[in-house]
Nanobody, 117 residues
């Protein structure tokens, strides 16, 4: 079955960096775009970044552009989110997501990132 397992969250000071990882299994990873979403308390889940299957196309939310970088390793079935210059407003649960078909969307369990001094 499809599994997405995020890791790397934690407490970070403003201006700091953090790298999130997502380990994928149960599907042909190299065939699908992957994305990161986040959900802050009291807010809706929002798209943070997306990367296509062969890593030649990425897209970012305006709020993270220039600070976050999404990447993937198809040999390891991993997708990453490098987060730099973190701000308190980046505090959220971060989720890895894959859409295999229109009606088949899978999410990881999420990893908490807290940006605070």
């Amino acid at each position: 079955q499809v599994q997405l397992v995020e890791s790397g969250g934690g407490l970070v000071q403003p201006g700091g960096s953090r790298r999130l990882s997502c380990a994928a299994s149960g599907f042909t990873f190299s065939n699908y775009a992957m994305s990161w979403y986040r959900q802050a308390p009291g807010k809706e889940r929002e798209l943070v970044a997306v990367i296509n299957a062969v890593s030649d196309l990425t897209n970012y939310a305006g709020s993270v552009k220039g600070r976050f970088t999404i990447s993937r390793d198809n040999g390891k079935n991993m997708v990453y989110l490098q987060m730099n210059m973190l701000k308190p407003e980046d505090t959220a649960v971060y989720y890895c997501r894959v859409r295999l078909q229109a009606s088949k969307v899978y999410w990881g369990q999420g990893t908490q990132v807290t940006v605070s001094s």
